[in-house]
């Protein structure tokens, strides 16, 4: 008797343990498929103008080309696929923060006020930085690297790039370039946690400069400028994540002492 008695309680027991996983399901789809419906939503209203996007983002290139010149299709079916690949990254790229908006929206229940008040300005900025990045590698990096490899060549070489090519260069860049500019968050993030101080990342910066360009090395195309023109962003923005660091240890300081 007293094995069927405590059987219904231990049914109830995993079905109540059950029925949060599956909420929790239930709500993770939803979210994702917001997500998914918001990128769907940009590209078909990019779709229509997938060459002239195509034609922006080629424009730094294009720009340095002699006079005539212009870019050629290797593949069958490159002229159709390159544009349709850029605008589908491109609605991945604007719905960002929709997409964090939905993420943000599931887990922010499990977290506690503090923890929503420092979340929402570090998940702004790392869209904003990450835009940021890539705004630069567009307007300054691109101009500057295609000058270089246009001019260094043999003068009876002439430039005709692959459309397909390209956009695999220049998505690379952008990611590149996107990512390394989070990386004042990831340093404010590694202070605030406690995993490092100040002071140790600072006594370290001959090793972080040295990683910043073996990254360069291994992000960007084989050659010294592009290189370069990521690894001396990523050290100064790592300089600047140290002094958000820096800022915050200050402040708390002041503030144990004002409680002492």
């Known amino acids: 008797m007293s094995g069927s008695s405590h059987k219904p309680q231990t049914d109830r027991q995993e079905g109540g343990a059950q029925a949060p996983l599956i909420e929790h399901l239930v709500e993770l789809r939803s979210r994702l498929m917001r997500a998914v419906i918001a990128i769907v939503v940009i590209f078909l209203a990019l779709y229509a103008f997938a060459n002239d996007i195509y034609g922006f983002v080629a424009e730094p290139l294009m720009a340095l080309l002699p006079e005539g010149s212009q870019m050629i299709a290797t593949e069958v079916a490159s002229p159709f696929l ?3 690949k850029l605008t589908l990254v491109v609605s991945v790229f604007i719905a960002i923060p929709v997409v964090l908006h939905q993420a943000w929206a599931f887990v922010a229940p499990g977290l506690y006020d503090n923890e929503k008040s420092l979340a929402i300005p570090l998940l702004v900025s790392s869209v904003g930085l990450f835009y940021a990045g890539a705004a630069f590698a567009y307007y300054v990096v691109f101009p500057l690297l295609f000058s270089f490899f246009t001019q ?4 009876n070489i002439t430039v005709m790039t692959d459309i397909n090519q ?14 390394a500019f989070e990386i004042p968050i990831a340093t404010f993030l590694l202070i605030l946690s406690g995993a490092t101080t100040v002071a140790s990342l600072g006594s370290k910066r001959p090793y972080i400069l040295l990683g910043c360009f073996v990254v360069g090395m291994v992000l960007t195309p084989p050659d010294v400028v592009s290189q370069s023109l990521l690894a001396v962003p990523m050290y100064l923005l790592y300089e600047i994540g ?10 708390r300081a002041r503030q144990r002492a004002d409680d002492a």
Do not use: E, I, Q, S
């Open 82 to 84: 390159a544009p349709f």
């Open 152 to 155: 260094t060549g043999p003068d």
């Open 166 to 179: 390209y956009l695999n260069f220049v998505l690379k860049l952008f990611f590149a370039f996107g990512v």
């Open 242 to 251: 140290l002094l958000f660091g820096r800022l915050v240890g200050n402040r």
